[in-house]
């Protein structure tokens, strides 16, 4: 296995990557077009080669190169690799596709319980009042699950509406017990439900959920794979798409084991857009964020920001990350110098190097790199020309996506989604046998009047009028009689379908 790898050639030599450091976090940053992706792609296809798997958002789609050998090379491939002498082969790397709208690759799905409060209130551009009711609905949820009860199993957004509903039919009582909310909270909740269904979100919460195994799992060939989760149509909602990723990186967090300093990462996970991540995130987050990202590494993942500036990403991450890919930036806005100077001051000084005037000047595909040693000690900043990727730059046909998607029987497992009972099907039933009670009343009374009015009618002896309410109409009993027969056989093939799945799905929040 190799020790390092490959970046590029600056005029001090060789620039490389310690595998041994690479869990040690990195930044690519720079203006649009000077070459960030063609980086990430030569880091993540090195990875891969050498067994490190490898998480990235594809945002444009250009990513999925990495599964093609890139054959034949674009000319400045060709030209990048006789100019810094370095080998230009073309070659594919294993490649996992995932969507979040199963369209460009397997359903990556979780449940509303495992988002927990905070992220579904990120995700749901929830006010503090609103976060307040949501956080007593996940409570009480739990409280329902500690009892064994499946009315508190949220698995998607009609299992959380459907508890949010009835949060606000039983606000008296539950107020007394976890706090008060008020029913505009619930409304506006209710709203923005709604609204994320709209947009598509609805596919991504569910059941199966996403095992992070998918991520770890290594291959018989000894090779990583680069698992690429299409995100053009997810970055449109950068909520969500920044609440996923977040997400995944906590789960990662929290499911791993220890394992102190590797030789090389289990993973490297690839956060591009980073700076939707940090945008508007209340304090609270950006701390969480800031502990997760010191405390993954020993359990042997790297996080890789990508963005345009170091500047969008909170000095106490940035403090973080150990491997720097920094290529252009404009200085025009006096913002745009700050962040320049901000960054020439992260990089270990190099006399040769004045690195706030040759930031501005890097040409496209050069980047000032420093990455920690062998030792953990950051490299001086070096101009280095970036070596092209031996797997295809852009993206692959749809026929190879399909192709290679066929191939992937894991991924294959969670193309049907399953919905089992829980929240939605047990308040639903309830509230419909309420209403069915309360509409068998509302039948009877209606019979009794109806009989009071005929024998008063034929006491006087004249004509029955018609009845307004004609024979097509259905009574509110009839309504309810099909919902809740419905509700029965889905609750059967639920059930079974349970049964097929083993256990309900683990908890911790
Ligand atoms: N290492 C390199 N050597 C030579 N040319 C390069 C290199 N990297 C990138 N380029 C050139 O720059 C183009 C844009 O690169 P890339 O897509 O990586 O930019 P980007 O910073 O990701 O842009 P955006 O911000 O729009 O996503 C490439 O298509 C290629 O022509
Ligand atoms: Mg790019």
């Known amino acids: 296995m190799a020790e390092t790898i490959d970046i590029g050639l600056a005029p001090e030599g060789v620039q490389s990557l310690a595998l041994k450091r690479a869990n040690r976090h990195g930044l690519i940053a720079g203006a649009t077009g000077t070459g960030k992706t063609v980086t990430l792609q030569v880091l993540a296809e090195a990875f891969a080669r050498e067994g490190v798997n490898v998480f990235a958002a594809d945002i444009k789609g250009d990513l999925s190169g990495c599964a093609a050998p890139g054959d034949p090379p674009p000319a400045w491939a060709t030209a990048r690799a006789a100019e810094i002498n370095m080998p230009l082969t073309p070659e594919a790397q294993p490649a996992a596709f995932w969507d979040v709208y199963g369209e460009l690759g397997h359903p990556v799905r979780t449940t509303v319980t495992e988002m927990g409060p905070v992220l579904m209130g990120r995700v749901l551009e929830a006010t503090d009042a609103q976060e307040g009711a949501l956080t007593i609905a996940f409570r009480l949820a739990d ?15 009609n299992d959380l509406r459907a508890l949010l509903t009835y949060l606000s039919e039983n606000s008296e009582d539950i107020g007394k017990k976890y706090g008060l909310v008020t029913p505009q909270s619930i409304a506006a909740l209710q709203r923005k439900v709604l609204q994320l269904e709209m947009d598509g979100a609805d596919r991504f919460f569910g059941e199966p959920a996403f095992k992070l195994e998918e991520l770890t799992r290594a291959r018989p060939d000894g090779k990583g794979t680069i698992n690429v989760l299409a995100s053009e149509r997810l970055v449109q909602s950068p909520r969500l798409y920044s609440a996923f990723l977040l997400w995944l990186m906590s789960e990662l967090w929290e499911q791993l084991p220890e394992v102190g300093d590797l030789d090389k990462p289990k993973l490297v996970f690839f956060f591009d857009e980073a700076h939707l991540l940090f945008r508007d995130a209340p304090k609270e987050l950006i701390n969480k964020v800031e502990q997760v990202v010191r405390l993954i590494r020993s359990k042997g993942v790297g996080i890789y920001f990508v963005t345009q500036s170091p500047a969008d990403i909170p000095e106490t991450v940035l403090a973080q990350l150990g491997n720097r890919f920094q290529h252009a930036l404009r200085a025009y806005t006096p913002t745009d110098q700050k962040a320049v100077r901000a960054a020439a001051q992260s990089f270990r000084a190099n006399e040769n190097v004045d690195v706030a005037k040759e930031i501005q000047e890097l040409n496209v595909g050069e980047a000032l790199v420093s990455t920690l040693d ?39 497992a969670y193309e049907k989604a399953v919905d089992r009972v829980s929240a939605h099907e047990i308040l639903g039933k309830r509230a419909a046998q309420l209403a069915d009670a309360e509409a068998r009343e509302e039948a009877q ?9 005929a024998a008063r009618t034929r006491s006087t002896g004249g004509a029955t009028p018609r009845a307004r309410s004609g024979g097509s109409r259905t009574t509110p009993l009839e309504r309810q009689g099909g919902r809740v027969a419905s509700g029965v056989f889905n609750t059967i093939v639920r059930e079974l379908m349970r049964g097929i799945l083993g256990t309900p799905s683990r908890r911790r929040r």
Do not use: F
């Open 374 to 412: 062998a030792k953990g000690a950051p490299t001086p900043v070096a101009r280095t020309k970036v070596r092209p990727p031996n797997s295809q730059v852009g993206p692959i046909l749809p026929a190879q996506r399909a192709a290679l998607m066929k191939a992937n029987t894991a991924g294959r």
């Open 143 to 157: 409280d329902w699950l500690n009892e064994g009860k499946n009315e508190g199993l949220l698995l998607d957004l």
């Open 445 to 453: 009374a209606a019979r009794d009047k109806e009989a009071a009015k």
